[in-house]
């Protein structure tokens, strides 16, 4: 039997470090902690080894189809495919940035959309059957979702939305909110919000596709993690980074032959029905 495997993305500190620690713990098989950064992410590894875990490393940029590829083709050839993916990767601007919002926009929506997409086509074709995948999301994305016009609420929410068509409703967005007239047409003002619900959206369209799949039992999920004390939320979270790791690590773990969730949203453990407006 080859040896199970699980990869958290963008895993050197705050809610992705707390994965990698509680895989550590729970997850019978090797964890991967990655970054973009090797020295962050080595001095990462090294603290968990303090803790008696050993997680190991594999240096990934998710905006990098190169480093993407490297790590694809080592999984390959190291363990013939691959178990567990938490797509956790992903930036945010601080509320206070000068950085003009279309700029906000198109480098958020590269990161932690397409960034995110980009490591499923690369590493989907390696998942064996029971294995889990977990996007980590925000009820930031649903929130967007809620301030959106009808019709474009209504696009985001049909269960015919194929990924194409996501795609270029996140392509239009970014190129809106260049034009400045991204809110008269019907988007909310929040690019963070943006990727997210784009990730949401893409995960029901990831389990709809993994219905004609011949791999049995692949679970995929998006999550909330909650209002966390990391970096990315200047530390003004209420939830410790453990503590954030909890849902995520749930959906990771789902035990074999569970039916659902598959698609969802969760947040606490419990499926959010953010197709209601």
Not at 143 to 169: N, P, R, V, Y
Not at 177 to 185: L, M, P
Not at 238 to 244: A, F, I, L, S
Request: proline share 4%.
């Amino acid at each position: 039997m080859p040896k199970t495997v699980a990869v958290v993305t963008g895993s050197n500190k705050g809610i992705g470090f707390a994965i990698v620690r509680a895989l550590c713990k729970n997850f019978d098989g090797d964890v991967y902690l990655t970054a973009r950064d090797e020295g962050r992410g080595q001095q990462a590894v090294q603290d968990l080894e303090k803790e008696n875990l050993h997680p190991k490393f594999h240096q990934l940029d998710i905006n990098s189809k190169e480093s993407i590829g490297k790590l694809k083709e080592f999984l390959e050839k190291n363990y013939g495919g691959l178990d567990i993916l938490v797509n956790n990767a992903a930036i945010a601007y601080k509320a206070n940035s000068t950085a003009p919002f279309a700029e906000q926009a198109d480098v958020s929506m590269r990161c932690n959309f397409f960034g995110t997409l980009d490591v499923c086509h690369a590493l989907f074709p390696l998942l064996r059957p029971h294995s889990r995948v977990v996007n980590v999301a925000s009820r930031g994305g649903i929130a967007s979702f809620k301030k959106l016009s009808q019709q474009l609420a209504e696009q985001f929410q049909s269960d015919s939305l194929t990924e194409s068509q996501l795609i270029g409703l996140m392509n239009r967005f970014v190129s809106d909110t260049k034009a400045g007239d991204h809110q008269a047409k019907g988007w909310a003002n929040s690019a963070y919000g943006a990727t997210k619900l784009g990730v949401i959206a893409l995960t029901a369209i990831q389990a709809r596709a993994l219905k004609d799949d011949p791999r049995e039992d692949t679970l995929i999920n998006a999550c909330c993690p909650g209002y966390v004390d990391t970096d990315m939320s200047s530390h003004k979270g209420t939830k410790t980074p453990d503590e954030g790791a909890i849902t995520p690590v749930y959906l990771a773990l789902l035990p074999p032959n569970t039916t659902a969730p598959q698609g969802e949203m969760v947040a606490e453990k419990e499926i959010l029905k953010w197709k209601t407006r």
